[in-house]
């Protein structure tokens, strides 16, 4: 059974940072192309980043750029999300997603079940 499960939400202060961590079972995430999107309450799911199944190609929403890094280590079936200079508009539950590929995809064939990311003071 191919499972996502993300890890690493929780509450931090703005300018805060967090790692948040897309660990894959039932499958080898090294065919797969990651992507990490989010959803705030009452506001449409959007796309964060992504990157390609070798890792040597990553994507970025213009409001993320600069301050989030997506990464993976194909050994450890894992794909991570660093959030840097976190922001209130940053909250949101944050979700990874996989397609079988090479590039990066605007749509996903699986998700996992999401990890709560608020920033406040």
């Known amino acids: 059974q191919l499972q996502l499960v993300e890890s690493g939400g929780g509450l931090v202060q703005p300018g805060g940072s967090l790692r948040l961590s897309c660990a894959a079972s039932g499958f080898t995430l090294d065919y797969y192309s990651i992507g990490w999107f989010r959803q705030a309450p009452g506001k449409e799911r959007e796309g964060v980043s992504c990157?390609?199944?070798?890792?040597?190609?990553?994507n970025y929403a213009d409001s993320v750029k600069g301050r989030f890094t997506i990464s993976r280590n194909n050994a450890k079936n894992t794909v991570y999300l660093q959030m840097n200079s976190l922001k209130p508009e940053d909250t949101a539950v944050y979700y990874c997603?996989?397609?079988?590929?090479?590039?990066?995809?605007?749509?996903?064939?699986?998700w996992g079940q999401g990890t709560q990311v608020t920033v406040s003071s």
């Open positions: 997603a996989a397609k079988r590929g090479y590039v990066c995809y605007p749509e996903y064939d699986y």
């Open positions: 990157i390609s199944s070798s890792g040597g190609r990553t």
